[in-house]
């Protein structure tokens, strides 16, 4: 599926979500796709087959810095759940901004980091001013990172 992600060319045409959409999906620990709602699998513009056990990173727009997965994963790992906002990617090319908030779901009644049994994200409409400014700071974390290459990008982006 990374292949066909990668054959993917972004364009200019964007998707604004409605106030009342909420855009679902659920992981297994290692980040592969066990759920996504009907409204997720809408926008994404894949089939629910094509979805479902494949990463996350399906709908990663190239736009995206990697400083920005880094604290969501980094978050995530140490049992903390992660605020922010993302520029998504259909399967042709299209974008759609949302606000995303996403948990790691554990397997015991605890919050042990060793029993993470996987993520949940629940997607909303973002708020247009705190966009602008947000998709302002990603335009220059994406610059820096650029600069510093693969090996340092998401320290550069940070
Ligand atoms: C529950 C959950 C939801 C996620 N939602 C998104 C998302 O909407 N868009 C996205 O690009 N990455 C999302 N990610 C992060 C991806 O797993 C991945 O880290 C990211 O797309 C960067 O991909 P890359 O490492 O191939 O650059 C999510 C991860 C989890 C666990």
Redesign the pocket.
Known sequence: M?IMKNKITPTNNERVMTADEF?V???DAA?RLTYCNRIFIEYSGYTEFELLGQ???????PD?P?AV?HL??ST?KSGNEFFGY????TKDGSYYW?L?N??PSFSNSGTDVKDIS????V?RKPDAAKLRIVSALYNDMLLAEKVAGTSGAVAAGT
């Not at 993302?86 to 990617?89: A, C, D, E, R």
């Open positions: 990374d855009i999906s659920k992981t980040g990463q996350h990173n399906i709908v990663r727009h995206m990697r997965f969501l994963w995530l993302v520029k998504n990617m949302v995303a996403v948990t996987g993520y949940f994200s997607r």
